[in-house]
């Protein structure tokens, strides 16, 4: 039998993100989201997760993204930059990993946060993921782990697309990310399921994120239908690429996103190959 779970990241980061995600789930395929603690729309989030019960919540750790912390930013400043957000990209974090200049105790003290932020909402949680994937990273996964066993989560991402999987995006610098976070992945499963941790059997979209249009979400759907298991495709849907490119340099396709997992043709493979929709929660 083949599952997907259809989870789109962000869920809190701006209303046209948050209303894009809820269209996507109501009309579309979007069957997950991932709620961000540290978005300036997390409550209007909290009240969608509420109204629309069908649509799995997940906790979308955040250690990067130019977002504030949860967290006073004098209690965790070695996480931060000197405007005192988190780093912008996941390259920033990994060198400062690297360089030892995150402190472990400021580590843990911003994601529990996070965590308890998000838990004290009272929406049921069903897995956790991280923006940009830096919660499989070996200086964080331990963390991670620790606060879904506290919690009693049993779910997590793990972003192990296919490394020679490119999907018509030939950007060196891309592939070259997604081959090394596919690669901290192999290790980060293995880890995982010696907790006890359940995770999708195939994860999709890393190469494609911010640009999974159509044709390239009908190339994934494509693969899919000949592997039996659970699949991940990750999506980042929003209304308006113009309000939000000018709040984010991240040069996403927002509607072109939202518009694939609205599409018809979409929804029709994904029926007439069996394949069933489904959220972490039934993972």
Same mark, same amino acid.
């Given at each position: 039998?083949i599952k997907?779970?259809?989870?789109? =990241?962000?869920?809190g *980061?701006?209303?046209?993100?948050?209303k894009?995600?809820v269209?996507?789930?109501c009309?579309?395929?979007?069957?997950?989201?991932?709620l961000l603690?540290?978005?300036?729309?997390?409550e209007?989030?909290? =009240?969608?997760?509420?109204?629309?019960?069908n649509?799995?919540?997940? *906790?979308?750790?955040?250690?990067?993204?130019g977002l $504030? $912390?949860?967290?006073?930013p004098?209690?965790?400043s070695?996480l931060? %930059?000197?405007?005192?957000v988190?780093?912008?990209?996941?390259l920033?974090f *990994? @060198?400062?990993?690297m360089?030892? %200049?995150?402190?472990? =105790?400021?580590?843990? @003290?911003?994601l529990?946060?996070?965590?308890?932020?998000i838990i004290d909402t009272g929406? $049921?949680? %069903?897995h956790v993921?991280?923006?940009?994937?830096?919660?499989i990273?070996?200086?964080?996964?331990?963390?991670?782990v620790?606060l879904?066993?506290?919690?009693?989560? @049993?779910?997590i991402?793990i $972003?192990?697309?296919?490394?020679?999987?490119?999907?018509? +995006?030939?950007?060196?610098?891309?592939?070259?990310?997604? +081959?090394?976070?596919?690669?901290?992945?192999?290790?980060?499963?293995?880890?995982?399921?010696q907790e006890?941790? @359940?995770?999708? =059997?195939y994860f999709w979209g890393?190469?494609?994120?911010?640009q !999974?249009?159509?044709?390239?979400l009908? %190339?994934?759907?494509s693969?899919i239908?000949k592997k039996?298991?659970?699949h991940?495709?990750?999506?980042?849907?929003?209304?308006?690429d113009? +309000? !939000?490119n000018?709040?984010?340099?991240w040069?996403?396709h927002w509607?072109?996103?939202?518009k694939?997992?609205?599409s018809?043709?979409?929804?029709?493979?994904?029926?007439?190959?069996?394949?069933?929709?489904?959220?972490?929660?039934?993972?």
């Amino acid at each position: 039998m083949i599952k997907l779970i259809v989870n789109a =990241d962000d869920f809190g *980061i701006h209303t046209s993100v948050n209303k894009g995600i809820v269209k996507g789930h109501c009309e579309g395929i979007i069957t997950s989201t991932s709620l961000l603690a540290n978005g300036s729309e997390f409550e209007s989030a909290v =009240d969608l997760g509420f109204t629309y019960p069908n649509l799995g919540i997940g *906790i979308h750790t955040c250690l990067v993204g130019g977002l $504030p $912390p949860v967290c006073n930013p004098d209690e965790v400043s070695s996480l931060l %930059t000197s405007e005192g957000v988190l780093p912008t990209t996941y390259l920033d974090f *990994i @060198k400062r990993c690297m360089m030892r %200049t995150i402190r472990y =105790d400021e580590l843990y @003290k911003e994601l529990a946060a996070q965590f308890k932020k998000i838990i004290d909402t009272g929406l $049921p949680i %069903t897995h956790v993921d991280g923006h940009q994937h830096m919660h499989i990273l070996p200086q964080v996964l331990p963390i991670v782990v620790d606060l879904m066993k506290q919690y009693g989560i @049993k779910k997590i991402r793990i $972003p192990r697309e296919y490394k020679t999987f490119v999907n018509g +995006v030939y950007n060196p610098i891309r592939f070259l990310g997604k +081959v090394g976070l596919s690669t901290v992945a192999d290790m980060a499963k293995r880890t995982v399921a010696q907790e006890d941790i @359940k995770s999708p =059997d195939y994860f999709w979209g890393m190469i494609n994120g911010g640009q !999974l249009i159509e044709p390239a979400l009908a %190339t994934i759907l494509s693969s899919i239908s000949k592997k039996a298991g659970v699949h991940e495709i990750m999506t980042h849907p929003g209304l308006s690429d113009n +309000v !939000l490119n000018q709040k984010f340099d991240w040069h996403y396709h927002w509607e072109e996103e939202l518009k694939s997992m609205m599409s018809i043709s979409i929804g029709e493979y994904i029926r007439r190959h069996n394949i069933a929709l489904i959220n972490y929660g039934e993972l």
